[in-house]
T-cell receptor
Framework: EAQVTQNPRYLITVTGKKLTVTCSQN?????MSWYRQDPGLGLRQIYY???????DKGDVPEGYKVSRKEKRNFPLILESPSPNQTSLYFC????????????FGQGTRLTVV | DQQVKQNSPSLSVQEGRISILNCDYT??????FLWYKKYPAEGPTFLIS?????DKNEDGRFTVFLNKSAKHLSLHIVPSQPGDSAVYFC???????????FGKGTSLLVTP
C-alpha cells in the first residue's frame, strides 16, 4: 500500500531536549516536505527536499533541521525544541512532474513543555 | 504574507444541499490549484485539482471552478453528505516547483 509513515504520532517533550520525527515513503517519490499546522494559520511549509542530499527552507524553517540521505526518508530534527514549536506536523511526498498532488502522512502531534 | 486565502473559517450546510467553499489567491504566477480534505487525526488527502488552462473540473459530486481574472476558485459539493464534514484546504502551486501554498482551511459541517 502506498503511504507516507510518520513516527511518533504523539510526543510530549521538554524544552531543549533534542528530538527527531521520522518520515518514510514507499512510493519512490523524489520530492518530500514538512508542514506544520496551527490553529488559524493553516498548513505552513517548514522544509522541502527535491531529491537525495538536496534540501531547502520553506516558509517557517527557524528552529528546524532536515536531512535527506536516502530517497525514502526525510527526518525532521528539532535540536532545541521550544514551546512555540508545539504543533501538528505533517510530512508529505510528491511524484515527479509539476502540479501533482502531495501524499500526506497521518501527522505528529508535538507538545513542548 | 498569505498568498492563498480562505476567508470563511467555517460553513454549515444541510444534507442534500450544495456546499460552496471559496478561495482567493494573490500570486498571478500560480497555475495549478488543489483542494485537500482533512479529517481529525488524519493527514490531508487530495480531493480535486484544476489547471489554470481550465475553468472547471468535475469529479463526481465535487466540482472546482476557477476564475483567473478574479483570482478566485471555489469548490462545489452537490449533494452534500454528513461524511463530507471535514476541514477543506485550498492550495496553489507554481509551474516552477512542487511547493504548495495552503490557505487556512474552511471547516465544513453537513448536518442531517
Amino acid at each position: 500500500e502506498a503511504q507516507v509513515t510518520q513516527n511518533p504520532r504523539y510526543l510530549i517533550t521538554v524544552t531543549g531536549k533534542k528530538l527527531t520525527v521520522t518520515c518514510s515513503q514507499n512510493m519512490n517519490h523524489e520530492y518530500m516536505s514538512w508542514y506544520r499546522q496551527d490553529p488559524g494559520l493553516g498548513l505552513r511549509q517548514i522544509y522541502y527536499s527535491m531529491n537525495v542530499e538536496v534540501t531547502d527552507k520553506g516558509d517557517v524553517p527557524e528552529g528546524y533541521k532536515v536531512s535527506r540521505k536516502e530517497k525514502r526518508n526525510f527526518p525532521l530534527i528539532l535540536e532545541s525544541p521550544s514551546p512555540n514549536q508545539t504543533s501538528l506536523y505533517f510530512c508529505a511526498s510528491s511524484p515527479p512532474g509539476q502540479s501533482t498532488e502531495a501524499f500526506f502522512g497521518q501527522g505528529t502531534r508535538l507538545t513542548v513543555v | 504574507d498569505q498568498q492563498v486565502k480562505q476567508n470563511s473559517p467555517s460553513l454549515s450546510v444541510q444534507e442534500g444541499r450544495i456546499s460552496i467553499l471559496n478561495c482567493d489567491y494573490t500570486n498571478s504566477m500560480f497555475d495549478y490549484f488543489l483542494w485537500y480534505k482533512k479529517y481529525p487525526a488524519e493527514g490531508p488527502t487530495f480531493l480535486i485539482s484544476i489547471s489554470s488552462i481550465k475553468d472547471k473540473n468535475e469529479d463526481g459530486r465535487f466540482t472546482v471552478f476557477l476564475n483567473k481574472s478574479a483570482k478566485h476558485l471555489s469548490l462545489h459539493i452537490v449533494p452534500s453528505q454528513p461524511g463530507d464534514s471535514a476541514v477543506y484546504f485550498c492550495a496553489a502551486s507554481r509551474n516552477s516547483g512542487y511547493a504548495l501554498n495552503f490557505g487556512k482551511g474552511t471547516s465544513l459541517l453537513v448536518t442531517p
